[in-house]
């Protein structure tokens, strides 16, 4: 969270370049199967709970372990970054806005 706002990935090409810079950094902490930034509504502009978050997952526990330990806590944009897991379950069906 607190990586990219609602905001930021808006337009199409906004929202691909987001995901190169997240999945370039995510890449170097091990191998990725899957990134996903949900973004507003094409349609309507409405923002769900997931918008914006960068949602990560590592072909490994360890990699996983690894990228939220060292990037909690640091500040990108005058943001902190707070890194946490999220249920495979959810993320494999897509529902990014599960609390």
Do not use: W
């Amino acid at each position: 969270m607190n990586l990219i706002t609602p905001e930021e990935i808006v337009e199409h090409e906004d929202h691909n370049q987001k995901i190169k810079m997240a999945l370039k950094l995510a890449m170097s902490y091990g191998e990725v199967y899957s990134l996903e930034i949900p973004k507003p509504d094409g349609l309507t502009g409405i923002c769900t709970v997931g918008t914006g978050k960068v949602f990560i997952k590592f072909r490994s526990l360890i990699s996983a372990k690894k990228f939220r330990l060292d990037i909690s806590g640091k500040i990108y944009n005058n943001r902190i970054i707070i890194c946490s897991y999220y249920p495979e379950k959810y993320f494999d069906t897509q529902e990014f806005d599960v609390i």
